[in-house]
């Protein structure tokens, strides 16, 4: 992880410190929903890394899970913008994080609306990365399995530059 720009918050999540995590979130003044890089929130490293604790401790904070963010794609240096902790979080397959993500009332649907991955969802990434238990969680919670991207080689494209969707960490 890149320090620059982050917080101890971002670091925090990133790395998986439940018990650090939930020092700086009671200190006070902790910004539990301050934007790095891209706009990138503590939410999302936590979700990318798989650390569903931690991510329980931020939506109990109140952070905000229906925030956007604009991340680099790894490989080609493209941008995707208006990504969702949950893109992240279906991108990388664990069905726990995923769960936590959805049950506080992140958008199931939600499309990344420029660049190479616009109108790609959560579930087109799962589907993609053959997730299965993700997969079924998002269709438990309504996803449109009818939606279509807006790219024609999404499955070429994603297979040869995304092994994680976020590479400004």
């Given at each position: 992880?890149?320090?620059?720009?982050?917080?101890?918050?971002?670091?925090?999540?990133?790395?998986?410190?439940?018990?650090?995590?939930?020092?700086?979130?009671?200190?006070?003044?902790?910004?539990?929903?301050?934007?790095?890089?891209?706009?990138?929130t503590p939410?999302?490293?936590?979700?990318?890394?798989?650390?569903?604790?931690?991510?329980?401790?931020?939506?109990?904070?109140?952070?905000?899970?229906?925030?956007?963010?604009?991340?680099?794609?790894?490989?080609?240096?493209?941008?995707?913008?208006?990504?969702?902790?949950?893109?992240?979080?279906?991108?990388?397959?664990?069905?726990?994080?995923?769960?936590?993500?959805?049950?506080?009332g992140a958008?199931?649907?939600?499309?990344?609306?420029?660049?190479?991955?616009?109108?790609?969802?959560?579930?087109?990434?799962?589907?993609?990365?053959?997730?299965?238990?993700?997969?079924?969680?998002?269709?438990?919670?309504?996803?449109?399995?009818?939606?279509?991207?807006?790219?024609?080689?999404?499955?070429?494209?994603?297979?040869?530059?995304?092994?994680?969707?976020?590479?400004?960490?």
């Open positions: 992880m890149q320090v620059s720009g982050w917080a101890a918050l971002h670091i925090s999540a990133w790395n998986g410190y439940v018990d650090l995590t939930q020092l700086l979130l009671e200190c006070g003044n902790c910004d539990v929903d301050l934007p790095g890089p891209g706009s990138v939410v999302f490293l936590a979700a990318q890394q798989r650390h569903c604790d931690v991510i329980e401790l931020l939506v109990s904070a109140g952070c905000d899970v229906t925030r956007r963010a604009s991340l680099r794609v790894r490989g080609g240096g493209h941008v995707a913008s208006d990504v969702t902790a949950l893109h992240v979080a279906a991108q990388a397959g664990h069905a726990g994080t995923v769960g936590r993500l959805l049950a506080a958008p199931v649907d939600a499309t990344m609306t420029a660049g190479h991955l616009a109108s790609v969802t959560p579930l087109h990434l799962a589907v993609e990365a053959g997730h299965l238990d993700v997969i079924s969680l998002l269709i438990d919670a309504g996803c449109d399995v009818n939606g279509r991207t807006t790219i024609s080689p999404l499955v070429s494209f994603i297979h040869s530059n995304c092994s994680s969707i976020c590479s400004t960490v």
